[in-house]
């Protein structure tokens, strides 16, 4: 009998390994402003016309998760998310990782059904 692969869902294995749930993240943060939040995601979208990860993205992806409780990642934030994650060229911080899991769980988590096209998409990466 052949063996079958263990099943996961993404959303499982998201909130495993962003380290959502962990000690240090339970913590409440002091709310961002709406301003911060913004200005994290267009210094993100930023990186592009860089075409390197600086400390300041790394500080953006960390506001992003310090509002993760008032946060909404819509399917824009998710793709760009996603396109950094894949670019063969770029070297990412190994603390930014949990952050942009972090970021993609609370993207699934919040997402309409119309978004399951979307997440099928990008298993790949």
């Not at 009998?1 to 993404?10: D, R, S, V, W």
């Amino acid at each position: 009998m052949a063996n079958q692969g263990h099943t996961i869902f993404l959303e499982k294995w998201l909130l495993q390994n962003s380290g959502i749930g962990d000690d240090s993240s339970s913590r409440h943060s002091p709310s961002l402003s709406a301003r911060a939040i913004i200005q994290a995601w267009t210094d993100l979208r930023d990186f592009f016309q860089l075409e390197s990860f600086e400390p300041r993205h790394l500080q953006c992806l960390k506001t992003l998760c310090a509002a993760q409780n008032v946060l909404y990642v819509a399917d824009p934030q998710a793709k760009l998310l996603m396109s950094i994650l894949s670019l063969p060229n770029v070297t990412l911080p190994r603390e930014s990782y949990s952050l942009f899991l972090r970021l993609l769980y609370i993207w699934v988590r919040k997402s309409s059904k119309q978004s399951s096209g979307m997440i099928d998409s990008q298993l790949k990466v």
